[in-house]
């Protein structure tokens, strides 16, 4: 698959719309309380005969400072002692947990996140790895993929070589900028010292793929002074990068309101930041995997594009497309089956839930064979920016033409722009189109057509 990208401002601009980052389809907004734990459990049980392989998600929601562009389910907290009680949540919730799966099942996957993963103790996290393995099987280190979310500000080398121990071969390291000014503005005061560290350690100690987060349009921000940035991280070579957009939206988050808007860049500065990172990661060799990712031609993101197995889920983009997510811990949410869950959103919630032996599932959605069909197509465009045509025909048996109508007209719209390229056999999306793949893939998105007034995404770039 040809792995370019080309930046057009005026068909960006034009295009520049809100709509959803596709982590899953239909997105989270369409959850319903009406699906509860017997529905779960049925999932569960319909599950196990497909003998898929298994993925874990542990949310871990602390954070000892909160970062004011953060829009993620967190508690920012001193308090270490808030930990154990949760942990010992978290215990039971695995043990639930483990009662509905076949324990034939291999866990493929695994990931930690949050919040700050690292806010627990040594201790704290090899008791949850051992607690993990007592009741799920975990694959070898050779073929599991077990990652973490890294504040550098929380690890240390031997934090780094405790992770190592217990498992995990990949790892996230969140950056967002190195200048001091920005860093001032968002209350996340890190030194490059700091992040070299964890880094140096991760390598060190055998992590097989490190990725680099670093978040474009904060307070104070030029395209001079993010190059400075992103030049330092290109040094140090790492596998993979996430280019973020920072969405401002203050009225759902609230640490946001801590930001001064009158700092923030100017739309057109957010795009000049965004096309001269773009040009320099290009000309530095990596592949530009989709939405925010790039990866290095040798990592297994790009392998998997290439091969077409890539995948997309709630962690982001993925080589383990056939895995059942269980997601673990307050907020977390799972993909089961023909389904996806959600857990409690407070941890009073969950807490209850698990106190009383309840598993502290409280929304879902069980998809249709719509759902099923047009999660498919955007998957297919979303990982690997074209579509078979012929090929989702025979797997699920529609007229593509006449099932999609309303989605290739608007197609055809966007490939008069030159965003992509439709005929009878395929949809294939244009290096001027895959910066705007988020507007492609919401042709096929049957609940945004029923929706009025503001949506409630972030902006596609």
């Not at 005969?49 to 998600?57: A, H, I």
């Not at 967002?176 to 991760?202: C, G, H, S, W």
């Amino acid at each position: 698959m040809e792995q370019g990208i080309s930046f057009d401002l005026e068909l960006i601009r034009r295009y520049d719309q809100s709509g959803p980052r596709y982590t899953s389809y239909p997105t989270a907004v369409e959850f319903s309380e009406s699906f509860d734990t017997q529905a779960y459990r049925a999932a569960c049980a319909r599950s196990n005969e497909s003998g898929r392989p298994l993925s874990l998600y542990f949310h871990i929601p602390f954070c000892d400072t909160v970062c004011f562009y953060c829009a993620c389910n967190k508690i920012a907290t001193k308090d270490r002692s808030l930990a154990p009680p949760y942990l010992a949540r978290l215990h039971q919730e695995l043990a639930l947990q483990s009662e509905l799966f076949d324990t034939t099942r291999v866990v493929e996957q695994l990931h930690w996140g949050g919040g700050t993963p690292t806010f627990l103790s040594h201790d704290q996290m090899t008791e949850l790895m051992d607690v993990t393995r007592g009741h799920f099987e975990l694959a070898s280190d050779e073929s599991g993929e077990f990652s973490i979310e890294i504040d550098p500000r929380e690890a240390d080398a031997a934090s780094i070589a405790l992770l190592r121990r217990l498992g995990f071969n990949r790892m996230s390291l969140g950056v967002q900028d190195f200048d001091p000014k920005v860093q001032a503005a968002v209350n996340r005061i890190q030194t490059e010292a700091e992040t070299m560290t964890v880094l140096e350690a991760a390598r060190a100690e055998g992590f097989r793929s490190i990725s680099i987060d670093l978040i474009y349009g904060l307070p104070f921000q030029s395209p001079e002074s993010f190059a400075r940035t992103l030049e330092r991280i290109i040094a140090v070579d790492p596998e993979r990068l996430s280019i973020f957009n920072y969405a401002h939206l203050p009225d759902r988050f609230k640490p946001q309101r801590r930001i001064n808007e009158a700092e923030l860049p100017a739309p057109e500065v957010k795009l000049d930041i965004l096309q001269a990172t773009i040009e320099r990661l290009t000309q530095a060799g990596y592949v530009y995997i989709g939405m925010d990712h790039f990866a290095r031609p040798d990592d297994e993101l790009a392998r998997a594009q290439q091969a077409g197995t890539l995948y997309r889920n709630f962690q982001g983009y993925s080589t383990h497309a056939d895995c059942d997510l269980i997601g673990l811990g307050v907020t977390s949410i799972g993909k089961i089956d023909n389904t996806y869950s959600q857990n409690r959103r407070g941890l009073e919630e969950y807490y209850a839930d698990l106190d009383a032996g309840r598993l502290p599932v409280f929304r879902g959605i069980e998809l249709t064979q719509d759902d099923l069909i047009r999660r498919d197509m955007i998957t297919q465009l979303i990982c690997h920016f074209e579509l078979d045509i012929p090929a989702a025909e025979r797997k699920w048996a529609i007229d593509f033409q006449d099932y999609f109508a309303d989605a290739m007209t608007k197609l055809r719209a966007m490939a008069a722009d030159g965003l992509l390229e439709v005929d009878a056999r395929q949809i294939r999306i244009l290096p001027r189109g895959r910066l705007l793949v988020r507007n492609i893939c919401m042709a096929f998105d049957a609940y945004l057509a029923t929706k009025t007034g503001p949506i409630g995404f972030s902006k596609v770039i």
